[in-house]
Every structure is written in structure tokens, then in C-alpha cells.
């Protein structure tokens, strides 16, 4: 029985029992990781991973198989369907990226899903020990490197900061000094103006620390005297 397990394992020939083996590993995989996005209640989950990685893992098995079948076939590179599967995984992991008022949000998602797609070739392919290694590197950056990505930015989450003013012409060097004395890391900005109600809009994503009181940042802006509204939000 472990010979014909190990004969199935080393088999460069795509067989029905080498087929399963290589769909069913990459079913495992995909599951793994999805179950880490699921627990961060992510929108690709469980099942868009195992179906991700299963389906590349199809797509090399298939690359293989054909020029064993049609020996005599000039064009049975069994590279080229496996490359387009990268491409076409792209189209899956724009989906996953949201933009809203300048905040990006499920670039790891998406980087996961691009991963994840290499993965299941590299199974369909028969590298069995480097598609583990590599779902264990991914779920090592996703379980442990958040720590220190937090601690790099001190402990702190991004967050949009939208101040309404009555006047284009608000002190922005003044409201960029209140922020940094209150330890606010700017990450982007963007400033904007209606002069036909005489008003601005100022937008920056920040990062500030998980456990800030802004009572205090809110009250030094509102200082100024031309602000109308603050809104904080992820």
C-alpha cells in the first residue's frame, strides 16, 4: 500500500490517482488559508480559496495530460494554460480590492488570492513540498507578521479623517500641526473646494493608535473657528 502511494506521489504521469491527489491537496490548501480569511470575517473565505487553488491545480493537471495524450500535437506547451490562469486571477483579485474616500482596503486578500493561485499550480505540477512550504509562509504573514506591521506603526489602525470647513481658504499647515502633536501619522491627503457655498472638504488617512481618546484632537481642530464638522472612520 505505501509503495503504491509513493509511486503515486512520484509519478510525472497524469493518472486518475495522480489527478485526485494533486485536486485533493489543493482543495487542503486553499481551505487552510481560506479559513484564516474566514475568521477575519473577510468576503473571500473558505470556499473562494479551496475553489481558487483547486481550480489552478485543474488547469496544470491539464496542461500536463494533454501533450501525454496528443504526443504528436506541435503545440501541447504545457505551460500555456497555467499561465493564463495568472492572468485571469487577476480579474478575481481587482474584485477583492475596494477603494472608498481614498482608503484601500483587501489588498491582502487579493495578494492572497494571487498566491494561493501559484500554489495550486505548483500542485497540479506535482511540487508537493514547495506548495506546502509556500501555504505555510503565507499562513505564517498573515497570523504573525500583523504583530509586527502594528508595532511598526505603533500600535495603530487607518482610519479616514474628513474635516468640513465653512472657508476655502482653511489653515492647513495649522491643522496638519494639530494632528502631529496629537501623534496622528498622516498617510494621504486630499483637499477640495466649493465656492459656491464658500466651503471645503479636507480628507486624510491617518493612523492613530487603537486606544486614542479623540475628544481632545476634535476639540483643537474645532479651535480654528471655520470648522463645521469632523468625521472619523475606517
Request: charge should be positive; proline fraction near 2%.
Amino acid at each position: 500500500m505505501l509503495e503504491y502511494i509513493d509511486e503515486i506521489v512520484k509519478s510525472t504521469e497524469i493518472t486518475p490517482a495522480t489527478a485526485c491527489l494533486r485536486l485533493f491537496l489543493s482543495l487542503l490548501f486553499g481551505t487552510i488559508i481560506g479559513a484564516e480569511r474566514q475568521l477575519r470575517r473577510r468576503d473571500a473565505g473558505v470556499r473562494t480559496f479551496s475553489l481558487i487553488c483547486m481550480g489552478s491545480a485543474a488547469a496544470m493537471l491539464v496542461s500536463i495530460w494533454l501533450p501525454q495524450i496528443y504526443p504528436d500535437f506541435l503545440n501541447g506547451d504545457p505551460g500555456r494554460i497555467a499561465a493564463q490562469v495568472l492572468t485571469g486571477i487577476g480579474f478575481l483579485g481587482a474584485g477583492a480590492i475596494i477603494q472608498s474616500r481614498g482608503s484601500i482596503q483587501g489588498l491582502t486578500t487579493a495578494a492572497c488570492i494571487w498566491v494561493m493561485a501559484v500554489i495550486g499550480l505548483a500542485v497540479g505540477a506535482g511540487l508537493y513540498v514547495g506548495a506546502a512550504v509556500a501555504s505555510l509562509f503565507t499562513l505564517f504573514i498573515l497570523l504573525s507578521l500583523e504583530k509586527l506591521e502594528k508595532r511598526l506603526f505603533l500600535d495603530g489602525v487607518n482610519k479616514i479623517l474628513t474635516i468640513y470647513c465653512n472657508t476655502t481658504s482653511p489653515d492647513l499647515d495649522i491643522i496638519r500641526y494639530v494632528l502631529q502633536k496629537n501623534h496622528v501619522f498622516i498617510i494621504s491627503f486630499s483637499y477640495e473646494n466649493d465656492y459656491t457655498s464658500n466651503s471645503s472638504i479636507i480628507t486624510y488617512k491617518v493612523n492613530v493608535k487603537s486606544t486614542s481618546s479623540y475628544s481632545g484632537l476634535f476639540r483643537e481642530i474645532k479651535e480654528q473657528g471655520y470648522v463645521t464638522q469632523i468625521k472619523l472612520f475606517t
